[in-house]
């Protein structure tokens, strides 16, 4: 399927159901291509909720009064151990714009890093935020795998309102930096937030321009206190559509099919558009947060490897192993992307 940015457009914006159907049929056929029935787990530690920025969309924007935490070095690399032992992948550190490890020059997070990557023996991801090109080449020195950072939108205006006095193009540069540095790249899109069609088909055409590895789309949900409380979340068939789009696009890309916005129930959907990497896998009962819903299934214990797995061979499907994993990020980083 050829996909040009009139082909997106159309696609992003057919009812026709035989149209959608051969949509997600041609992902999953582009998935089994390149990964035959074997899907990626990643385990979440979203370590602080306390950040500097104010980005409409987030319930973790500063001025949202609401309680917080930062878990302790010793919480982190526990939770971590509990993940991998539960059978994921790849430990994702996630935090909001914290200062106080941007005042201490990130000693703190560098350290758990190694930890964890000693202790468990699997790769990690960052998802920091904007930091400086010292910082990220720390992390890269530190053996961090992955860098995530999500600009949401690829239209300039649409990201002045989203994410409040920041900059595009320093958000950019941090991303592209961090992958000359050697680390693997994510950018992700948010699917509500007031973008058209065309402005997704650009989104679509800047990630594979920049040469991300991993590729994520997330519907917008609202957050009490925030600005867009008011605002309505999209129909899901937005983001399943984004999901099968960037698998054609990209056959060798990484796209999350995130526990983060409908739970475990929202698993089946996104796996059926093309997704291969089930990400914000939570260990129960440890008082973490999520990102997008900071309480959607996290306590109950139904966001685990043992209940996505369950999913997964219902579709005929088979959760990858930590070895298959690092063997493919390891061509991934071989990659000239
Ligand atoms: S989206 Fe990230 S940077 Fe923006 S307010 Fe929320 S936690 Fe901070």
Redesign the pocket.
Known sequence: MELTKEKIVELLETKDDKQIEALFAEARRVREQQFGNKIFLYGFVYFSTW?????T??????SNQIERYRKTPEEILRLSQELAESGVHLIDLTM??DLSYHEEDFETVLSIIRSIKETTGLPVMISP?VVSDQQIKAFAEAGTDWYALYQETHNRDLFAKL?LDQDYDERMHAKLYAKEQGMLIEEGLMSGVGENSEDIAHSLMEMGRIGASQVRVMSFVPQAGSPMEHVKTPDRMLEMKIIALMRILYPWALIPTSLDVDGIAGLEARVNAGGNVVTSIIPPRTGLAGVAQNSMDVDDGSRTVAEAEKILESLGLQAATAEEYQKYIGELKCRKL
């Open positions: 950040c500097r920025n104010d980005c969309f987030c319930y973790y924007r500063k909001g714009e935020g994410r």
